[in-house]
């Protein structure tokens, strides 16, 4: 009988391509050709190259959800989520990094104590499955447990409800409401950005 699992692991450069590909149907859905490859492309090199400063407390890591469909020998593989979880909080959660920002770094793994939790994409047909939790969980997790952070942080759009309500489904509380943000490409309406916190560990 076929067996159809998903698991949580980290993003392997080989995963990519499907992670860019997860990213622009969540966040870009009507992009013509050829915006939408452009976006790909971009995102791609974003994950290639993630956008960090020099101080080895620096931490970024990409999560992925992985659809495993068959039985041994014969198990098929898919990304149908995705998720970045960064110490330093690039574009929109900059913010958080430079409030709190202290002369002297502090040692590896926990600067700040704040992980920055962004891009949270889930396949259209596996929405409202537990796939973006069982994300959330683990990137939580590892923010916790391997980077020993004490908050975790991100920033949501303030219309929209399902997201938010699946932020505060789990524990998240809302902070602040950002000033209008205008989408770099400009497929979509400016947007007034939510900044939501939860407290991982004491």
Known sequence: MSQRTIAIVEAKPQNFFEVADVHCQAFHPKAPWPLNKLLRADRML?????????????RQMNLVA?????????IFERIV??????????????????????????????????AYVSNVAVKSEFRRQGVARQLMAEAERKAREDWRCKTAALHCDGQNEA???????LGYTRLSCEPAWIPYVRLRPAVRLTLLMKRLRD
Do not use: H, M, W
Request: charged share 25%; with cysteine; hydrophobic share 30%.
């Open 46 to 58: 974003a994950l290639a190259f993630p956008i960090t400063e020099s101080d080895k407390s620096t």
């Open 66 to 74: 992985v659809e495993s469909v068959g039985t041994f020998p014969l």
């Open 163 to 169: 997201a938010l309500g699946l932020y505060t489904g």
């Open 81 to 114: 989520g995705s998720v970045t979880i960064a110490t330093v909080c690039e574009e929109k959660g900059t913010y958080v990094e430079k409030r709190r920002r202290r002369e002297s770094p502090p040692p590896a793994n926990q600067r700040l104590g704040i």
